[in-house]
Every structure is written in structure tokens, then in C-alpha cells.
């Protein structure tokens, strides 16, 4: 099946972080609103001083600001891949891989919160991104 798929298949990968980003935003959202109603100080949110937010709604924040880390890596090597017109059956495993692991890890951050759980995730989703950044490297490479 991937390898009747076009070079536009390498932004589904992407498609799915996206969206995910919006639904942390959206948890993020409502467990501050929450944390609101419950007594948290509104004017916490101004800059960030004063007694914390609940612990649900901290894990949630952090949850949201991690998708703007190592998933620019994801969007980047998708684009990367497109341009060069070096979408390969591996480069859709790898992305495709990275954001299995991703969806992963973020279903543990947001329910159980284990650690080593989460953490297995995210090191199996860095080699993944390794992985794919590895092969994008060689198509590059290739055409020097």
C-alpha cells in the first residue's frame, strides 16, 4: 500500500502531529478554564507567579509546549523529503513510525503518566526521527 502511494502521502504524517497539537491545545485550555473555576487566581496566568496550577493542568501545558520541540524535526524532514522529491518507502515508515511513538507518549503523559512508559516511547520516536533524518541525509548526499 505505501508504495502506491505519491509524494504528498509524507504530509498525512505531519497532518497527524498537527492535529494533535491542536487537541493538547485544547486539553491545555480546558484544564486551565477548569483550574479557574475551581479558585485558581486568574492573574497567575500574567506571569506565571503566584501559588501553581493543579498538577493535571501543569502536565497538560507541558504536554502542549513539547509538541513545539522535537516535532519541528518531524515537519521539517516531511517538507525536506517533498522538496527533494525523496519520499521513499523508508521515509514514510520513519515519519509514520515517529508519530505512532508520539501518539504513544502523549496518551501516557495524559493519562497514567508513567514515566518509563512515556520515556520508552520518546526514545524509540527519536530513533525514528533519527532514522529518517539518516535517510533524507543520503538522498541528499545523492544528489551533491
Not at 491545555?28 to 503566584?50: F, S
Not at 493542568?57 to 502542549?64: G, N
Request: glycine fraction near 6%.
Amino acid at each position: 500500500m505505501l508504495h502506491n502511494t505519491g509524494p504528498a502521502s509524507i504530509f498525512l504524517p505531519m497532518l497527524v502531529i498537527v492535529l494533535l497539537t491542536f487537541v493538547a491545545f485544547v486539553r491545555m485550555a480546558t484544564g486551565r478554564a477548569a483550574a479557574v473555576k475551581q479558585g485558581q487566581d486568574p492573574d497567575y496566568y500574567k506571569a506565571h507567579l503566584g501559588r501553581a496550577e493543579p498538577e493535571a493542568t501543569i502536565v497538560a501545558v507541558r504536554h502542549y509546549g513539547n509538541l513545539f520541540e522535537l516535532p519541528t524535526l518531524l515537519y521539517a524532514g516531511c517538507l525536506t523529503a517533498f522538496v527533494l522529491n525523496a519520499v521513499s518507502i523508508w521515509a514514510l515508515i520513519f515519519a509514520w513510525g515517529y508519530v505512532v511513538a508520539r501518539l504513544i507518549q502523549s496518551t501516557v503523559h495524559l493519562t497514567s503518566n508513567n514515566t518509563s512508559y512515556r520515556g520508552g516511547a520518546f526514545v524509540l520516536g527519536v530513533v525514528f526521527m533519527l532514522a529518517l533524518w539518516i535517510d533524507l541525509a543520503l538522498a541528499i548526499f545523492a544528489r551533491l
